[in-house]
């Protein structure tokens, strides 16, 4: 239809058989051969059931200009005839790996930080600590991960720093403090810190 033409840039001229589809959309050998053997092994299962549907499937497609698309595949049976659709979602697909690559970026940014680094769920527990943060909190980074903060460190929600990150958490403020820390071993410390929270985001912590 127009739509296929105007997304892949083929007409009826250029694909006039499924071969010759084939060919066009799966250029390199072994990936054709991979999406051909699939497609009719869902076709043959699909025979053999009364709705004579062939299920989605993710596809990488060549289009006349060379570009690649991404595309869900699927079929239904219409008599002896086969219905093909495509639904496009390489923008999506684009998006969650841009999403992914900016995480990574993050992660890799936090882990590396001279400054620790932690960050606590509405709930107090710790979600993460980087290297940086395990070293000055005299544990391993992933010692409290999982646990609230009241239970890594007994007393805390007694404290005025704990006051400063409740008012950080429910009022969204960020809090820059300089307190005397005492650790679970019994060592002390001072510190200066900066408690930022976001809307929809744990407070994260930097020291």
């Not at 033409?5 to 250029?27: H, M």
């Not at 002896?80 to 495509?86: A, E, Y």
């Not at 509405?122 to 009241?150: C, K, L």
């Not at 007694?158 to 409740?166: E, H, N, P, S, V």
Request: charged residues 25%.
């Amino acid at each position: 239809n127009a739509r296929f033409e105007q997304v892949f840039g083929y007409s009826l001229e250029d694909v006039p058989t499924l071969a010759e589809w084939w060919q066009k959309a799966y250029p390199d050998p072994a990936y054709r051969a991979t999406v051909v053997d699939a497609w009719n092994a869902a076709a043959r299962r699909a025979a053999a059931t009364s709705m004579m549907d062939i299920e989605p499937v993710e596809r990488h497609i060549t289009c006349k200009s060379g570009a690649v698309r991404i595309m869900v595949v699927s079929g239904i049976g219409i008599g002896n005839d086969l219905l093909s659709t495509f639904f496009d979602v390489t923008e999506r697909k684009q998006a969650e790996e841009a999403l992914r690559r900016s995480a990574e970026l993050y992660q890799h940014t936090l882990d590396n930080m001279l400054e620790g680094c932690q960050i606590i769920g509405f709930d107090w527990r710790y979600r993460y600590v980087n290297a940086a943060g395990g070293r000055q909190n005299h544990q391993p980074p992933e010692s409290p991960i999982g646990r609230t903060m009241m239970e890594v460190y007994p007393g805390i929600d007694a404290t005025d720093i704990f006051a400063t990150l409740r008012r950080c958490m429910e009022q969204r403020v960020a809090q820059q403090t300089q307190t005397e820390f005492v650790f679970p071993d019994g060592t002390r410390a001072w510190r200066s810190e900066e408690h930022t929270s976001e809307l929809q985001s744990p407070s994260v912590i930097s020291y």
